[in-house]
């Protein structure tokens, strides 16, 4: 004998309460069915590649230091080794385009690259505490190079990392040949604005806007990435770089930032890839060489004069100027 369920009895009120519950549950069984397939498609999608920024630094002998001779050439057996001024102004400028003032995201990595012997690479580390993300370092005698061989291997680096921009100092202060970027930019056929001193990077166009300084007043120039450029020392001002991301009105502090105590730190866990010459192709030997460098002759000391009339004369018959 089977008993019979009793059957559930609602009021209009408690079967409305149901009605609507069940009308939920069917709308979220709806979302779930068409939500999920948007994921997977999301999930698909590539992520873009960052924009690598490579900054070229050199090392040089002490401007304040005293400069010694021996057999007709420098002598920097003792030297102090500090970084290129100009080169600080590269990476400054390139710090700038990268990071986003107020914001937690980078806009590009940036790379410092030196030629030296990997062992006398102080200053790639100085780079990386102020804020680069990483060096790379190719181990040679920096000083047996001319700028045409420096030039092939930063090209080399720079094909290598794939890197959309290189920025450089616009001069090194030890030989002053300021011929770096416009040799590499030949070598890489990329377009170059030299001794910027404002840049505004126009990420939609995939483009900066530089201007510089010139006799007559500033001239700009529009250039599509990838591309070449050296920088002049007024694009270390408060205001002389934009990214289109850090807020138009925020000012930096007049010249390269100093690297703060958690930057150093940092610097010593950052990657510096070394490599030689063979390795990128390159074959480190110099068309050029010094034929001499001797130090300036002795200036003779002044003489005082007594009066207008006594000068005169010694102009007229010593100097022999009147």
């Known amino acids: 004998m089977f008993l019979e369920q009793p059957r559930e009895t609602l009021t209009q009120g408690a079967f409305a309460r149901k009605l609507a519950a069940v009308a939920v549950y069917g709308a979220c069984r709806h979302a779930r069915l068409t939500v999920a397939p948007q994921r997977a498609i999301h999930a698909q999608r590539p992520r873009r590649t960052p924009v690598k920024i490579l900054v070229p630094i050199k090392r040089i002998p002490d401007p304040d230091a005293t400069v010694k001779f021996a057999n007709g050439a420098l002598d920097l057996s003792g030297a102090k080794w500090v970084p290129n001024t100009f080169d600080e102004y590269a990476v400054e400028t390139a710090l700038r385009l990268a990071e986003h003032v107020g914001g937690s995201s980078r806009l590009a990595e940036v790379i410092v690259l030196s030629i030296c012997p990997a062992a006398q690479r102080q200053h790639v580390t100085q780079a990386l505490a102020m804020g680069a993300e990483r060096g790379v370092v190719v181990d040679c005698d920096d000083r047996e190079l001319d700028s045409i061989t420096v030039s092939k291997l930063i090209a080399a680096v720079a094909t290598r990392e794939q890197a959309d921009l290189v920025i450089a100092g616009k001069l090194s202060q030890d030989n002053e040949g300021g011929q770096i970027a416009q040799r590499v930019a030949g070598l890489l056929n990329r377009p170059q604005a030299c001794f910027a001193a404002e840049v505004e990077w126009q990420r939609d166009a995939n483009a900066l806007l530089v201007k510089r300084e010139v006799d007559d007043g500033v001239e700009s120039k529009k250039i599509p990435l990838p591309a070449v450029l050296n920088v002049d ?10 990214n289109g991301a850090t807020p138009a009105d925020h000012k930096y502090q007049d010249g390269p930032r100093l690297a ?8 010593k866990r950052k990657k510096v890839e070394v490599l030689t010459p063979d390795a990128l192709g390159v074959v480190a030997s110099a068309t050029e060489s ?32 009147l």
Do not use: D, Y
């Not at 020392?233 to 934009?242: A, D, E, M």
């Not at 001499?292 to 100097?319: D, F, M």
């Open 260 to 267: 703060s105590l958690r930057g150093i730190t940092m610097a």
């Open 290 to 321: 010094e034929a001499g460098v001797t130090a300036p002759p002795a200036r003779a000391s002044g003489q005082i004069v007594n009066s207008v009339e006594e000068l005169v004369n010694k102009l007229a018959t010593e100097a022999k100027v």
């Open 233 to 242: 020392l007024r694009v270390v001002l408060p205001t002389s770089v934009h």
